[in-house]
């Protein structure tokens, strides 16, 4: 199996756990080629409603991150949200590593595919760290900026450093070991029921949206985090800002998020008690927050 391709796995959904998600478009972004995105298109009673583009976390797709979160939103924002590149079924494929820094531009080319010139990134995890990207490279195109369960630097601890140094050695042998390393990965992956929360609607879609990435793109993207590191520069970013942080995250130190919201500073913080996974955890939780700190940074 060539791993530089999306795995041909696609598990149904879930009836009704993508209900209120935007419909898919196809764009096509010069010198990119074509992507697929979740385009919401203005409230039909608010033309002129803000622009929110939403970006995902690491190894899963835009769906899995944001199936929560989709109906709460469209009823008072323009939502977009696509897969980042080698991630999920629609994420764009090819280029020999993988970029935060290109997952930033590609923010810029859908909204130059959609006509849109200002925008509110909401980043998470992952998403978070393009998100800061956007507004360091492309400040004039964004209006808002919407940090969740993400950090100034992934690296922060020995552990964290030790496992994304190796991911750095790891990614460029995926093709070789692909095959082997990927079943693994769906075997853990179904061993787990997907994400391992429970869910059975969640863990469902989880499991086909693994099948699905580039297992070079995504490991890079991992060796990518390794090397973020935002401390330097973002106290210099003039956009507004909210942080949502997850007080029992697991994965990126609560101290950490809280340090982003401290170096910004933001203009609003939202505290969750809820782990890594909050927005298809608990939504209940992280929804108010997530709309909350929409509301500070579009009205305020």
């Excluded at 969750?272 to 909350?292: G, I, N, Q």
Aim: hydrophobic letters at 45%; aromatic letters at 6%.
């Amino acid at each position: 199996m060539d791993v530089a391709r999306s795995a041909q796995h696609h598990a149904p959904t879930p009836v009704g756990l993508l209900e209120g998600a935007p419909p898919l478009r196809t764009l096509d972004l010069t010198g990119l080629g074509s992507l697929v995105v979740r385009d919401s298109g203005p409230p039909t009673d608010r033309p002129d409603a803000p622009v929110v583009f939403l970006l995902h976390g690491w190894w899963v797709d835009a769906d899995l991150n944001w199936c929560r979160s989709f109906g709460s939103l469209t009823d008072r924002f323009r939502v977009v949200a696509w897969d980042h590149r080698g991630h999920g079924r629609h994420g764009l494929r090819g280029g020999r590593r993988f970029r935060l820094e290109d997952c930033a531009d590609d923010a810029v080319a859908v909204a130059d595919a959609l006509g849109i010139e200002t925008f509110t990134v909401v980043g998470y995890s992952l998403g978070g760290a393009v998100a800061q990207l956007v507004a360091r490279r492309h400040p004039q195109r964004i209006s808002g900026l919407i940090l969740c369960a993400t950090a100034l630097t992934f690296a922060s601890t020995p552990g964290l450093r030790r496992q994304l140094r190796m991911l750095r050695l790891v990614a460029p042998a995926a093709r070789l070991v692909g095959d082997v390393t990927w079943k693994l990965v769906w075997r853990i992956a179904d061993l787990r029921g997907g994400l391992g929360i429970g869910d059975d609607d969640v863990d469902c879609l989880a499991r086909g949206v693994i099948r699905q990435g580039d297992l070079r793109l995504l490991l890079g993207a991992g060796a990518a985090l390794g090397g973020f590191d935002a401390r330097d520069w973002v106290p210099d970013l003039t956009v507004a800002s909210a942080v949502v942080v997850c007080t029992m995250d697991g994965v990126i130190p609560t101290a950490d998020q809280r340090r982003l919201a401290e170096a910004l500073p933001a203009l609003h913080v939202e505290e969750v008690a809820a782990d890594h996974l909050a927005c298809v955890t608990a939504p209940d939780r992280f929804l108010p927050a997530l709309r909350r700190a929409l509301d500070a940074v579009t009205e305020g």
